[in-house]
């Protein structure tokens, strides 16, 4: 299964094992492990930041926690509550500031996973509220894939050849 056919899948569950980072015990590390649960059942991670990656099939770890099921003492109310049933529109890749890529749904919402950072740094699901806030953080130098492929399947009335569609840095058409 290639990346851009996530594009469409439905969210049915985020789960994440947090632990600390063995390699690096001295230096206080954190580390997370994000599973997304798409309808079909598949089990997939976040992806890693590459348009032409097939997407990572995964194994559901039995000490994974979804990020829907609390204790008593958690808040009620959490940015994950509304990514459930949620469905992934785009996968927005930047080229040199984010080691992962990041899942846009068809709530406006955009996520993406952190794995290791310092205790006392969140690790694990990131989500953020909209495109501006990821522009604000990481900038406005990305591609979406979800644009490449409409593009890569545009054919010209003339010739009967693929359009040569020419992408500005954030996504618009030229």
């Given at each position: 299964?290639?990346?851009?056919?996530?594009?469409?899948?439905?969210?049915?569950?985020?789960?994440?094992?947090?632990?600390?980072?063995?390699?690096?015990?001295?230096?206080?590390?954190?580390?997370?492990?994000?599973?997304?649960?798409?309808?079909?059942?598949?089990?997939?991670?976040?992806?890693?930041?590459?348009?032409?990656?097939?997407?990572?099939?995964?194994?559901?770890?039995?000490?994974?926690?979804?990020?829907?099921?609390?204790?008593?003492?958690?808040?009620?109310?959490?940015?994950?509550?509304?990514?459930?049933?949620?469905?992934?529109?785009?996968?927005?890749?930047?080229?040199?500031?984010?080691?992962?890529?990041?899942?846009?749904?068809?709530?406006?919402?955009?996520?993406?996973?952190?794995?290791?950072?310092?205790?006392?740094?969140?690790?694990?699901?990131?989500?953020?509220?909209?495109i501006k806030e990821v522009e604000k953080k990481f900038g406005q130098d990305y591609r979406r894939l979800s644009r490449r492929k409409e593009s890569a399947?545009?054919?010209?009335?003339?010739?009967?050849?693929?359009?040569?569609?020419?992408?500005?840095?954030?996504?618009?058409?030229?």
């Amino acid at each position: 299964m290639k990346l851009h056919e996530l594009i469409g899948k439905r969210i049915i569950d985020i789960l994440a094992t947090t632990q600390p980072y063995d390699e690096f015990k001295d230096y206080g590390l954190w580390k997370a492990d994000c599973y997304i649960v798409l309808q079909n059942g598949l089990v997939t991670g976040i992806p890693f930041n590459s348009e032409n990656e097939e997407v990572w099939i995964r194994e559901l770890d039995n000490s994974a926690v979804s990020y829907y099921q609390r204790k008593w003492w958690q808040k009620k109310v959490d940015a994950s509550d509304d990514l459930r049933g949620k469905q992934i529109t785009d996968i927005i890749i930047y080229q040199d500031d984010t080691d992962r890529a990041l899942l846009e749904l068809n709530n406006g919402k955009i996520i993406t996973e952190v794995n290791v950072a310092p205790v006392g740094i969140a690790v694990g699901l990131y989500v953020y509220s909209s495109i501006k806030e990821v522009e604000k953080k990481f900038g406005q130098d990305y591609r979406r894939l979800s644009r490449r492929k409409e593009s890569a399947l545009r054919w010209s009335s003339k010739s009967g050849h693929k359009e040569n569609l020419n992408l500005c840095s954030n996504g618009k058409e030229d």
